[in-house]
């Protein structure tokens, strides 16, 4: 095997025996091969579309071949070899499908595949497709370019499952995903031309976190400022962790009245700021840290625990058993709970002790999306116009165990007292408790929901540059970003997108940016590393 695509990959140059986050190399390997297989069904949707023909029944497929293999997401060899099985049969009715157009021709690589389901020749068809083996024929700096491209769509493809099981999807999104996916199933494509497609990517990758943003108001509202217990209340209890606000909601009613305190966990802590989820008064509070705290988190936590989305790590025995997950996640061993139905989820939350005493009253606001942020938009204008608020910095992105990450707590706690800090992210976790007091009649902190809200920011963002009459350049405004897995590669790609500049970006930058890729996006967007805090903060401040 080699992964490179997050940031905890071996020695920062990427996992060759086994991943850093428990991912066998088998289940590489099949992550592999199921990413390959997507890109034949790309080949032939835009054989059809071209011709007139769109096969949309191929988009929901893909998006979740995609997420599949995301960090985090998936442990789970049988599960992958199934998924492969659905991708070879789909294979050869959309090429059946292509045949009967008289498209053939436009065929090539995976998307004439035969799709073998024997693990061993999956093994071995994985050997011959991945990094190590196209580094050797196209070399590092394209490779790069094709991962970068890769972990584009694989986190657009995460934000278009989101919006897709609340009812949305968008031409545009699955179109570009099914481009890109026809660009990387070419051997070797120009540098230049890869340069252009990620940066279409950002393009793509901003209409799918507007679509997102759409499918979580449309269904769940604007999220309010919402005060969060940090802690827990005696009672049974479930504690509901990943993103998934679908899967949250479904809980929410599936439990009402039996007598169960639901708590969120990691990621889904915004959820409390959304009207159609805090109506539930069983809604209690927030249990825990960012993922990588949660071996420790759900082994303290005496009930059932639903993981809904990345990023799951392998589990321990003290809570496999009341451990579930749910959408596209799978580990071994682990239920699965299909189709938003939590019977066993419940089940395992009634034999489970509960909590007997309440916590301390811990407290944190959420909810300060763009709809909350923009409708006092006067008031942050005026702060600034005042001089009573200098600067806005954005600490967000993901949280994670490597080294090098109390940079952000360091940040947060050192920003000057006349600096509001905008959070999102699990990256949060980093910041909660470092920010105090308020400006303007707003808290100085505003967390502005998950990595899965990020175009909040880009919204606010805009909306300031509006009222200021100014480009998003001119802004007092520094991004701070924390990157772990391939949803921030997405994000970074938006903001490129939008032009926006001095980007810093840490812990470290990622292994698969050569320096050939880091020259190209230095010259273009100024994107730089974290350095210490209070250069950081000095250069910030001086360029505000
Ligand atoms: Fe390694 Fe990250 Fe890939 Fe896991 S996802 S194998 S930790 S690079
Ligand atoms: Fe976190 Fe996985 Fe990325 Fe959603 S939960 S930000 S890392």
Redesign the pocket.
């Known amino acids: ?1 080699f ?8 020695h920062g140059t ?2 060759v025996d ?6 066998t190399a088998e289940v ?1 390997a099949l992550q592999d091969v199921l990413l390959r297989r997507a890109m034949g069904l790309s080949v032939c949707a835009l054989a059809l579309a071209r011709a007139g023909h769109p096969l949309v029944a191929l988009d929901a497929f893909v998006e979740n071949a995609l997420f599949t293999t995301v ?2 997401v998936n442990f789970d060899a049988d599960s992958l070899e199934s998924l492969i099985g659905e991708a070879n049969r789909l294979l050869a009715e959309s090429r059946d499908a292509v045949g009967r157009a008289g498209l053939r021709n436009a065929l090539f690589g995976p998307a004439l595949a035969e799709g073998s389901t024997d693990r061993q020749a999956l093994l071995v068809e994985a050997a011959e497709i991945g990094i190590d083996a196209r580094r050797q024929n196209a070399g590092v700096d394209v490779v790069g370019l094709q991962e970068l491209l890769t972990y584009g769509i694989k986190g657009m493809a995460a934000y278009a499952h989101h919006a897709r099981i609340l009812g949305r999807h968008s031409a545009q999104v699955n179109s570009f995903i099914h481009e890109a996916l026809e660009a990387l199933a070419k051997p070797v494509v120009a540098m230049d031309q890869l340069l252009a497609l990620n940066l279409r990517c950002g393009e793509a990758s901003l209409a799918v976190l507007a679509l997102l943003d759409e499918a979580n108001t449309g269904a769940m509202g604007n999220p309010e400022p919402t005060s969060v217990l940090m802690g827990h209340k005696p009672g049974k209890a479930i504690l509901v962790s990943g993103h998934d606000l679908r899967d949250l909601a479904s809980l929410l009613e599936q439990t009402a009245g039996r007598g169960i305190n639901v708590y969120t966990h990691g990621e889904m802590l915004p959820a409390h700021g959304y009207p159609e989820l805090k109506k539930h008064s069983h809604l209690v509070g927030h249990f825990g840290g960012a993922w990588q705290d949660q071996q420790r988190d759900f082994a303290a936590f005496p009930g059932a625990i639903l993981m809904t989305t990345n990023c799951l790590m392998p589990p321990r025995e003290a809570y496999s058993g009341r451990l579930f997950t749910s959408g596209v996640v799978a580990s071994p061993d682990i239920l699965h709970a299909p189709d938003h139905k939590f019977d066993a989820v419940i089940a395992a939350a009634l034999a489970a002790p509960g909590f007997q005493e309440a916590s301390p009253d811990r407290r944190h606001t959420v909810g300060f999306g763009h709809h909350a942020v923009t409708s006092v938009a006067g008031d942050v204008v005026a702060a600034v116009k005042s001089g009573a608020l200098k600067h806005f910095l954005l600490i967000g992105g993901c949280d994670a165990a490597t080294a090098g990450r109390s940079y952000y707590s360091d940040l947060a706690a050192a920003a000057p007292k006349d600096w509001a800090v905008l959070t999102l992210g699990c990256g949060k976790f980093r910041v909660i408790d470092r920010v105090e007091g308020n400006i303007g009649g707003l808290p100085r902190l505003l967390d502005m929901g998950q990595c899965n809200d990020a175009y909040s920011a880009i919204k606010v963002a805009g909306a300031l540059a509006e009222a200021f009459g100014v480009g998003l350049n001119e802004l007092p405004l520094s991004l701070v970003l924390s990157w772990y ?1 391939q949803k921030a590669v997405t994000v970074l790609l938006a903001l490129l997108h939008l032009g926006v500049r001095n980007i810093r970006i840490g812990p470290k930058l990622p292994a698969f940016v050569t320096p050939a890729i880091l020259k190209v996006l230095v010259d273009n967007f100024n994107v730089m590393a974290i350095g210490t805090v209070e250069g950081d903060l000095a250069a910030m401040g001086a360029a505000a």
């Not at 992964?3 to 071996?10: F, I, M, V, W």
């Not at 086994?18 to 991912?23: A, D, I, L, S």
């Open positions: 095997m992964c490179y695509q997050c940031e905890q990959t071996a990427g996992c086994r991943g850093t986050c428990g991912k590489a960090t985090n897995e």
